[in-house]
């Protein structure tokens, strides 16, 4: 027991070390170039998710069941072997050594138990697929939402300095009687909103860099992104063929395992079944004379084979598992068949949504146009002045206000940039899709990004 404790914390101290060396070159990399490309950021994602190994848990479990349902129809060997004191005349022969032996030969409830389990497996390794591109799906969101963040807490802090800019301005404005102090006022106040929403962004952004680093399991002091390892999302239609829905595929291989099964109990209630045996015995007259109670002495080694067959007559504990089965496979077609209808409505749900989002999107870009034109316009006034003798001449608080304003068209730009992002992303799954998004990213190849981990 204490070599076998051994052994076992060997492996998982060489697994470990295996680990860490493949994940090292990643580290230096990330440490000489400061930034993690998408590639990077999903392939570890998909090799570190918890998820993702009960997955392939799963798969395991599922090929030592097929392998059992084959295992049927090898022989089973025992040997029973000992030896004892008997008085009397007990019915049998006391064997030294018995070895016997029995096998399945033809079963049709086998069969479908075999057939049951093959399906079962290929749903374990369908959902495997669907595992990794969830995984893939929620890595690209995080990872694209903190490179969005990111730029936003840029503007939100170039943001927060012109606003103190502008209290400052007023302030001096009121001090010298040109405003009044509510001028003053309200340019706190928006210096505290846009400080709060600093502070919202700063909170975000290490949430997002905490959840990329329980993905990836890197620390989340290296989670800076790079933009140029983000490809453009495919444009995907709710027309365009659908593509391999492996957690669909995988519901109904599921539901297809449990009807098998419950084919299969049915047919062992009536259907007959053919085995083999084999026996040998050693006989011994140590502890007992059982050759008294004979008209010939019995011999010492004995053997028989044959085959047996089993007809089904009445058992009413198989009625009660068939009634069982039948419900199992009834519930798994129900929820295959639920979620087919779930994953279509998701999918009306988006495109809708998608539409909204390409019009906000292109509403907000134009706002940030106009917003950045309407700084030129400014500075041009402030250099040139604006032409005119009684039109009053542009003051440094319009500036600051226009600067402003622009930096908040700009955050509202990103925001809904992502939005319209992640719905892209999410469509691509529910119509089935993701490959093309995973051979994206691994075509991307960023300059000054670390490379991609070998697969």
């Known amino acids: 027991?204490?070599?076998?404790?051994?052994?076992?914390?060997?492996?998982?101290?060489?697994?470990?070390?295996?680990?860490?060396?493949?994940?090292?070159?990643?580290?230096?990399?990330?440490?000489?170039?400061?930034?993690?490309?998408?590639?990077?950021?999903?392939?570890?994602?998909?090799?570190?998710?918890?998820?993702?190994?009960?997955a392939e848990v799963d798969v395991r479990k599922a090929e030592a069941l097929l392998a059992e349902t084959h295992d049927v129809y090898f022989p089973v060997f025992n040997m029973n072997a000992g030896i004892g004191y008997s008085v009397g005349f007990t019915g049998g022969v006391p064997p030294v050594i018995t070895v016997d032996a029995h096998s399945h030969i033809f079963s049709l409830p086998q069969i479908q138990y075999?057939?049951?389990?093959k399906a079962g497996l290929s749903a374990a390794k369908l959902n495997l697929k669907s595992v990794r591109e969830q995984v893939a799906l929620d890595a690209s969101t995080a990872y694209i939402e903190l490179d969005a963040v990111t730029r936003e807490l840029a503007a939100a802090n170039q943001q927060a300095e012109l606003a103190q800019r502008l209290v400052e301005i007023e302030q001096q404005r009121s001090e010298a009687g040109i405003d009044s102090l509510s001028n003053y006022l309200d340019a706190r106040l928006n210096a505290a909103k846009i400080k709060y929403n600093l502070i919202h962004l700063e909170s975000r952004r290490n949430g997002?860099?905490?959840r990329l680093a329980t993905l990836t399991g890197l620390p989340a002091s290296t989670m800076q992104t790079s933009t140029s390892s983000i490809p453009e999302i495919p444009r995907v239609s709710i027309n365009a063929p659908r593509g391999r829905l492996y957690a669909l595929e995988s519901n109904h291989?599921?539901?297809?395992?449990?009807?098998?099964?419950?084919k299969g109990a049915t047919m062992s209630l009536y259907s007959p079944s053919v085995d083999f045996s084999l026996e040998y015995l050693r006989h011994t007259n140590v502890g007992n004379d059982f050759n008294i109670y004979?008209?010939?002495?019995?011999p010492t080694n004995n053997f028989d084979v044959g085959f047996t067959i089993q007809i089904p007559f009445i058992d009413l504990t198989k009625r009660g598992k068939v009634r069982e089965a039948t419900a199992d496979s009834l519930r798994a077609k129900v929820e295959s068949e639920q979620?087919?209808?779930?994953?279509?409505?998701?999918?009306?749900?988006?495109?809708?949504?998608?539409?909204?989002?390409?019009?906000?999107?292109?509403?907000a870009d134009l706002k940030k146009q106009i917003a950045s034109e309407q700084i030129k316009t400014v500075e041009a006034e402030l250099n040139l002045g604006n032409g005119s003798s009684t039109t009053p001449q542009t003051s440094p608080r319009t500036e600051q206000l226009a600067r402003i304003d622009e930096r908040d068209k700009f955050i509202e730009s990103e925001e809904a940039g992502f939005e319209l992002s992640k719905a892209r992303l999410n469509l691509l799954e529910a119509l089935g899709h993701m490959d093309e998004w995973l051979h994206l990213i691994d075509s991307t190849t960023p300059p000054n990004v670390p490379n991609q981990l070998t697969h």
């Open 1 to 54: 027991m204490r070599r076998e404790g051994t052994l076992k914390a060997s492996r998982t101290i060489l697994m470990s070390v295996m680990m860490a060396v493949s994940v090292l070159p990643l580290l230096n990399s990330v440490r000489s170039e400061g930034q993690l490309s998408l590639s990077t950021v999903v392939t570890l994602a998909q090799r570190n998710s918890k998820t993702v190994r009960l």
């Open 114 to 117: 075999d057939r049951a389990a």
């Open 208 to 210: 997002l860099a905490m």
């Open 253 to 262: 291989q599921q539901a297809n395992s449990k009807r098998l099964t419950a």
């Open 294 to 298: 004979y008209a010939a002495p019995l």
């Open 339 to 363: 979620a087919d209808q779930q994953n279509d409505l998701t999918i009306a749900t988006i495109s809708d949504n998608l539409r909204e989002l390409d019009v906000l999107a292109e509403i």
